[in-house]
């Protein structure tokens, strides 16, 4: 009778998995898969024999280093704790797509006894896209921030020189030149950011057109051409 039970309780279960719309696993306590649905087969692009039995760990890579497997589960296990998918994320390694991004959820399951949970169950959100996009953002965060720096440092050595040309009474320091400079390139840095946020909107129609390279080259070189050597010559005490 309790075996019948059980078999009655697992194809419940196994029932329900399958009407869920979102990937689905669950998992024994040793991490290993017991079950999964239709659309978990679709994210693994794996048969639903081929996932069971695999061990979580090598399904899903956890991108952060300190909760590994071992950790999630006893932590669901063990202090019956539900983890949100803002909490974890993982690669997926697909073979015919690459690398995929998932937020992973996990949760206790328990059967209609009153005794402590012993099977994970485990579900899946593919956050490719949204991971590409906030890479990107941080990318150029990254980039732009470097842009800003180098011309910023020279204007702040500039104005230095000013000042101390100044109080020396020097009037050979052309600082007004870089200033000028440095002020245009940064608007111009301003400008073509504004311009992709306006092409990334669809607001800009772009008619490619046959370009000189060697100019764009030159100008690009120009940019990154090493600083003139001099000498600081002091006098001997």
Not at 89 to 112: C, F, H, K, W, Y
Request: proline share 3%; net charge positive.
């Amino acid at each position: 009778r309790l075996f019948a039970s059980l078999t009655r309780e697992q194809s419940k279960q196994a029932e329900l998995l399958e009407h869920i719309a979102d990937a689905v696993l669950v998992a024994d306590s040793s991490g290993r898969v017991v079950s999964a649905n239709h659309a978990a087969t679709l994210l693994f692009k794996r048969q639903s024999e081929q996932l069971r039995g695999a061990l979580c760990a090598d399904l899903l890579h956890i991108v952060d280093r300190t909760r590994d497997w071992p950790v999630l589960l006893r932590e669901v296990l063990a202090h019956q704790q539900v983890i949100s998918p803002r909490e974890v994320l993982a690669r997926i390694q697909n073979p015919a797509e690459g690398q995929r991004t998932a937020a992973v959820s996990l949760a206790p399951m328990r059967d209609n006894s009153a005794g402590a949970a012993h099977s994970v169950i485990i579900a899946l959100w593919d956050v490719t896209q949204l991971a590409e996009v906030e890479q990107l953002r941080s990318d150029i965060v990254n980039t732009v921030s470097h842009e800003l720096r180098m011309p910023l440092t020279k204007i702040k050595l500039a104005v230095e020189s000013a000042e101390l040309a100044q109080r020396t009474g020097r009037t050979d320091v052309d600082w007004r030149r870089t200033v000028r400079s440095e002020t245009q390139h940064l608007i111009r840095l301003v400008d073509n950011m504004l311009r992709a946020s306006r092409i990334e909107a669809g607001e800009v129609q772009v008619a490619a057109e046959p370009v000189a390279l060697v100019p764009l080259v030159r100008q690009a070189l120009r940019a990154y051409q090493k600083p003139k050597r001099f000498q600081v010559q002091a006098a001997r005490r």
